[in-house]
């Protein structure tokens, strides 16, 4: 679990990179570029929060065994 929350760090300073990329580029063709891979490192950021949020309020799915068998 931590090194997944340490991947969705990792995904989070990605975005804020490209972001910060993105406003220094002069080129607009670069903008573009970092403008969409900004947008995407934060919807790959959000689907990991969004696995990390259901792994946690969810069940496991492997059932302990059963003591009478």
């Known amino acids: 679990m931590q090194d997944i929350k340490l991947y969705l760090e990792k995904l989070q300073i990605q ?10 580029a002069t080129d607009p063709k670069k903008r573009e570029l970092f403008t969409k891979l900004a947008e995407h490192f934060m919807v790959l950021a959000a689907e990991v929060e969004r696995a990390l949020t259901a792994g946690k309020s969810s069940p496991s799915s492997v059932s302990p065994p059963d003591a009478c068998g």
């Open 15 to 24: 975005a804020a990179e490209c972001g910060m990329i993105r406003d220094l």
